[in-house]
C-alpha cells in the first residue's frame, strides 16, 4: 500500500510563496510519474505539474512561468515551489502516483489559500 503525504499549505498573500511537499512511503523512483494537482470549490479537480521517472515535466499554462515541480529521489518527496501567487490558486492541492500497472496512489490534500 502505497501513502502519500502532502504539507506546506496555507493562506498567503497574492504575490506571496509557498512550496508544497509530497512524502512517499516506498521510493518514487519506482513510479512512473508523480504529480500535483487541485481542486477549486465548484470546479473538476486539474493538472498542475506533472514529473516523470525520466524527468519530463508538464505544467498548466495557468502555472507556466510561476510554478515548478521537481523531486528528491534520496528523500521519496515531490516538491511543488509556487510563486507570484493569485487568488485563483485558492484550491486543493492533491498528490498524485502512478505506478507501471497505472495503478493511481493521492494523498489526503492540502489547502493553499490566496488572499488579502
Do not use: H
Not at 477549486?40 to 502555472?63: F, H, M, W
Amino acid at each position: 500500500q502505497v501513502q502519500l503525504v502532502e504539507s506546506g499549505g496555507g493562506l498567503v498573500q497574492p504575490g506571496g510563496s509557498l512550496r508544497l511537499s509530497c512524502a512517499a512511503s516506498r521510493i518514487i523512483f519506482s513510479f512512473n510519474a508523480m504529480g500535483w494537482y487541485r481542486q477549486a470549490p465548484g470546479k473538476q479537480r486539474e493538472l498542475v505539474a506533472r514529473i516523470t521517472s525520466g524527468l519530463s515535466i508538464n505544467y498548466a499554462d495557468s502555472v507556466k512561468g510561476r510554478f515548478t515541480i521537481s523531486r528528491d529521489n534520496a528523500k521519496n518527496t515531490v516538491y511543488l515551489q509556487m510563486n507570484s501567487l493569485k487568488p485563483e490558486d485558492t484550491a486543493v492541492y492533491y498528490c498524485k502516483a502512478e505506478d507501471i500497472f497505472r495503478n493511481e496512489y493521492w494523498g489526503q490534500g492540502t489547502q493553499v489559500t490566496v488572499s488579502s
